[in-house]
């Protein structure tokens, strides 16, 4: 940590003496010892699949609470379970995802990011605080209803996402529930948002190869124009499936890159175009790979072009069930008071703890992150910051929700 500034003042507990006693004298004692964790993770991020100091970093500190940490079988990541299994007694799991972002931080903070091209832009940081904060204040209770299962996820960033590695080691059997948050700089410091039905979209890859012999720009009648053709897909292929999905599913096609061709009197023999395709419906995202190449195929038939689709399923959509979603609001309220409550729309983004809630009822929620000076800062921006002060609002969200669906 040399060099890194991490020292921390006075961070005020905006939900003190709601308790439990236990979660308020742990929440006293170690405030300023939450944000420095959070500091430390952001001057040192690290990318999808290779985040084996924070691994490390978070193995450390539940072991010295004396809790028993288990890395996944992936070499980064962990499970940590507290308090016992017990004949008819519940298993709730808290996620958080630990990775970072390809991007250069320009915050300008004293524990800016000290590896250059990565940042934690997305709030990973945070989230992960805050499960580890939710851990050790459990761990200090005097007794559980049940048991408690932190995931520490890696790989969030990247399609299909972490969240199948800790599915393969097994990280949800017999889980009953899960919850997950996710920073909101749109939502003040202070507010969690819920929403009951789909809070995120679905999200795929979308890579087009085409092919033609080539020619001269004079002579079009004589080969395929494959810049004509990419032209043709750009804007054809949004519009047709705006004519063939529902509109209320909330599909959406956006194209990233576009690539082909140098000269201006040379039609190119290969080009490459590649986007995103989201959408708000489960059904619907089971459907939208046969349909794509359906229409990219009569799109591109009059052509003469020669065509390869790659279409790279995502993650679903994160479809907050109700049950589970009222459990969170009341652990929200109980731990924040009713003002804490805030809804939240849903949004195109992907995450992939939608592959979780396809084995356990769950639900995701949204932490307010904004100090309420100055404008918003937007995640998977360079200068996205937070108020410090969401981090012990998140670990009494997180621990009274964990509370509320062990007793439920």
Known sequence: ????????????????????????????????????????????????????????????????????????????????????????ARTVALRADIDALPLTEATGLPYSSTVDGVAHACGHDAHTTVALGAALALAAAPELPGRVRLVFQPAEEVMPGGALDVLAAGGLDGVDRIFGLHCDPRLPVGQVGTRVGAITSAADLLELRLTSPGGHTSRPHLTADLVHALGTVITGLPTLLSRRVDPRTGTVLTWGAVRAGEAPNAIPQDGVLTGTLRTGDRDTWAKLEPLVHELVHSLLAPLGVGFDLQHRRGVPPVVNDDESTELFRQGIEAGLGAAALASTPQSSGGEDFGWYLEHVPGSFARLGVHSGVGRVKDLHQPTFALDERALLVGVRAMVHTALRALEH
């Open 1 to 88: 940590m040399s060099g890194v500034d991490t020292s921390v003042g006075a961070v005020a507990d905006l939900g003190a003496g709601r308790g439990p006693s236990w979660l308020d004298s742990w929440l006293d004692e170690n405030a300023q010892r939450v944000v420095a964790w959070r500091r430390h993770i952001h001057a040192y991020p690290e990318l999808s699949r290779a985040e084996h100091e924070t691994t490390a970093f978070l193995a450390d500190r539940l072991t010295r609470a004396g809790l028993k940490p288990e890395v996944l079988p992936v070499g980064t990541g962990l499970i940590c379970d507290i308090g016992e299994e017990r004949p008819g």
